[in-house]
């Protein structure tokens, strides 16, 4: 097991402070959601948890060690990125991307091994995306392209998976396909961190949310008890309501504000 511990962290680039005093945690088999403004702090967050930045004050844990003092193929080993949408210069198929993420199993100069090859068939049959295997991954959709980066991290074996805004430029139905598979991935025993734009993909599907406004955590716990409609516009800085649609299920609504001064709320709020 893999549980996450970020205590009491801060981090400046230069004289600029972008985390404050953050501590929240991540254990296994949780969905924890970043939710936040731009510049509030969420990527910076993650590439402390990943150990690409040491906080200048506080600790960040994996398994009850400091990330940064974990050597980097180890931790390459327990911990997988899923990065925002993006395009390969270089024609790979499908499934040798996925083979990439056994890169820290190998020995240098080492050729794939039977067991490799297993974990990226594996992988790419637990995200239903076999049949796109010999397809050049620059040729696949979008959400298709993002499936494949999360069947590269599950082929890597970590049993930690962090990712930024992974929905960013998907499609509706593509959106809802990779929110069921971080589910899924949680329910498999993973722990889950996932930065996001969208307060109604962290109700959808995180077990834990953390509200970050200028690089301090001003609220975490249930998405259904930290989101609601006054916490949205203290956040955002626009006008939401939190509309429950059944039980135990709610939806966020924003109003838009019109030329004419009035506040428009979708007509079925």
């Given at each position: 097991?893999?549980?996450?511990?970020?205590?009491?962290?801060?981090?400046?680039?230069?004289?600029?402070?972008?985390?404050?005093?953050?501590?929240?945690?991540?254990?296994?088999?949780?969905?924890?959601?970043?939710?936040?403004?731009?510049?509030?702090?969420?990527?910076?967050?993650?590439?402390?948890?990943?150990?690409?930045?040491?906080?200048?004050?506080?600790?960040?844990?994996?398994?009850?060690?400091?990330?940064?003092?974990?050597?980097?193929?180890?931790?390459?080993?327990?911990?997988?990125?899923?990065p925002q949408l993006h395009r390969e210069s270089f024609s790979f198929?499908?499934?040798?991307?996925?083979?990439?993420?056994?890169?820290?199993?190998?020995?240098?100069?080492?050729?794939?091994?039977?067991?490799?090859?297993?974990?990226?068939?594996?992988?790419?049959?637990?995200?239903?995306?076999?049949?796109?295997?010999?397809?050049?991954?620059?040729?696949?959709?979008?959400?298709?392209?993002?499936?494949?980066?999360?069947?590269?991290?599950?082929?890597?074996?970590?049993?930690?998976?962090?990712?930024?805004?992974?929905?960013?430029?998907?499609?509706?139905?593509?959106?809802?396909?990779?929110?069921?598979?971080?589910?899924?991935?949680?329910?498999?025993?993973?722990?889950?961190?996932?930065?996001?734009?969208?307060?109604?993909?962290?109700?959808?599907?995180?077990?834990?949310?953390?509200?970050?406004?200028?690089?301090?955590?001003?609220?975490?716990?249930?998405?259904?008890?930290?989101?609601?409609?006054?916490?949205?516009?203290?956040?955002?800085?626009?006008?939401?309501?939190?509309?429950p649609v059944q039980e135990g299920v709610k939806v966020c609504v924003?109003?838009?504000?019109?030329?004419?001064?009035?506040?428009?709320?979708?007509?079925?709020?």
């Amino acid at each position: 097991m893999e549980p996450f511990a970020v205590d009491r962290a801060w981090f400046s680039y230069g004289a600029r402070t972008v985390l404050r005093d953050v501590s929240l945690a991540a254990p296994p088999g949780r969905v924890l959601a970043l939710l936040g403004p731009n510049g509030s702090g969420k990527s910076t967050l993650l590439k402390l948890m990943l150990g690409l930045l040491r906080p200048s004050q506080g600790t960040v844990r994996l398994g009850g060690r400091a990330v940064i003092a974990i050597p980097r193929r180890e931790l390459a080993r327990r911990v997988a990125y899923v990065p925002q949408l993006h395009r390969e210069s270089f024609s790979f198929s499908v499934a040798e991307v996925v083979l990439m993420g056994r890169m820290p199993h190998l020995g240098l100069l080492s050729r794939h091994r039977t067991e490799d090859l297993r974990a990226a068939q594996e992988a790419l049959e637990l995200l239903r995306i076999e049949h796109l295997a010999d397809r050049p991954y620059t040729q696949v959709s979008g959400g298709e392209r993002q499936l494949t980066l999360i069947a590269r991290a599950l082929a890597q074996g970590a049993r930690a998976l962090l990712m930024d805004e992974p929905t960013n430029g998907l499609d509706y139905g593509n959106q809802v396909r990779l929110l069921e598979q971080v589910a899924a991935l949680a329910r498999r025993g993973l722990s889950v961190v996932f930065s996001t734009h969208h307060p109604d993909h962290a109700l959808a599907v995180a077990d834990q949310v953390a509200l970050l406004r200028d690089g301090r955590l001003v609220d975490e716990g249930p998405p259904s008890e930290a989101i609601t409609g006054e916490s949205l516009t203290a956040l955002y800085g626009v006008d939401v309501r939190t509309l429950p649609v059944q039980e135990g299920v709610k939806v966020c609504v924003p109003a838009l504000r019109l030329q004419d001064g009035a506040d428009r709320y979708p007509r079925s709020a």
